[in-house]
């Protein structure tokens, strides 16, 4: 509210500075006054019709502004209201000079015909021209306030759909780490007490460090690391994991939990799939803010459906979409491999 009077203020001092100076140099041309007479009746004059007239009439046009939409049938309700001011206010300013102006502030200077027709038509096209100005400058303010207003409940939404994704996609996680648990579990393995510890470490990722809009890729990248180091101790020698990876800033800005979807899917549709070795191969760079990542994977094409697709990866396309202006994600089959691509500019945020 304070910033929005604050342009009134400053409007209204620019244009009355502008009214006084075209009139200072009306009246010196005009007529043989000093430089001081004329700025002062300038002055005077311009002053009392700016309070008097000026002020009050556009207030008042806005205020039929906000009654009376555009939209039909208000339209001709709002061009009557905003007319009839005009034309009461232009003989109000009429009166103001004919019956004040000339006995005071006028009255050494010899103006004839004042209020006649070229008067009134002078009078008339001076509120016109104030009453557009406002009008123009009003409207667009509303249209800018109602942009970024339409642009925060946009921002609102897109958070709202981004806070559903993630909280989709963490369960979803957890809900594929407590089937390793339980495998191993069945087994009466030693490892569990130790799956259940870094499962531990995990979940404290997926619940505080995934609030955050963007994270330092240190720590995405420490979480995969336990990620994978989880899924090892499952799948023993049964699974060979190459990862590969080369970063030129840990620090770099990044999206969480943007990578482990595709090394989830790998485990998911590959190794736990099949009963014969397999492997996941990881390859992760990033150079320049160029984020680069590749996982493969082995699977047996009798044990995978190819209309099924993980709700990780489908919520992390759409995360990347609400996120990120530039990425591409590539995914296809060469014989029994399976392979995930992204490429994303990780300074191009959305």
């Not at 604050?6 to 010196?28: C, G, R």
């Not at 992390?316 to 994600?329: K, S, T």
């Amino acid at each position: 509210m304070q910033k929005r009077w604050t342009k009134h203020v400053f409007f209204w001092l620019a244009y009355h500075s502008f009214e006084i100076y075209t009139d200072f140099l009306w009246m010196l041309n005009q007529y043989n006054l000093s430089v001081w007479e004329a700025f002062r009746i300038s002055f005077i004059a311009e002053t009392i019709i700016l309070l008097a007239v000026k002020l009050p009439m556009v207030y008042i046009m806005f205020h039929f502004l906000s009654k009376y939409t555009v939209e039909k049938p208000n339209r001709w309700k709002l061009v009557f209201s905003l007319s009839v001011v005009l034309i009461l206010f232009s003989i109000l300013a009429q009166l103001i000079i004919v019956y004040l102006f000339l006995p005071t502030i006028y009255k050494e200077i010899d103006i004839v015909e004042i209020f006649g027709y070229q008067g009134v038509i002078n009078s008339f096209m001076d509120k016109v021209f104030i009453a557009c100005l406002a009008i123009a400058l009003k409207q667009m303010s509303n249209s800018q306030r109602l942009r970024e207003r339409e642009g925060l409940l946009i921002k609102e939404k897109l958070n709202t759909e981004l806070t559903l994704l993630k909280s989709q996609i963490n369960p979803h996680f957890l809900f594929n780490t407590l089937n390793n648990i339980y495998s191993l579990a069945r087994k009466k393995s030693d490892k569990t007490p130790d799956v259940v510890l870094k499962l531990s470490k995990l979940l404290r990722f997926v619940m505080y460090e995934t609030k955050h809009q963007y994270i330092p890729i240190a720590k995405e990248l420490d979480f995969l690391k336990d990620y994978i180091e989880l899924h090892k101790i499952r799948y023993d020698d049964r699974l060979r994991i190459d990862f590969k990876y080369d970063l030129d800033d840990l620090d770099t800005p990044i999206m969480p939990h943007i990578l482990t979807p595709f090394v989830e899917n790998a485990f998911k549709h590959g190794a736990s799939q099949s009963i014969m070795l397999s492997f996941i191969s990881i390859e992760l760079k990033l150079a320049k803010n160029e984020l680069y990542f590749k996982v493969e994977n082995s699977f047996e094409r009798n044990n995978t459906n190819d209309e099924e697709e993980g709700i990780g990866l489908k919520n992390l396309i759409r995360q990347l979409e609400l996120m990120y202006q530039d990425f591409n994600i590539d995914t296809k089959k060469e014989g029994q491999k399976f392979i995930a691509e992204l490429s994303l500019h990780l300074n191009q945020k959305g």
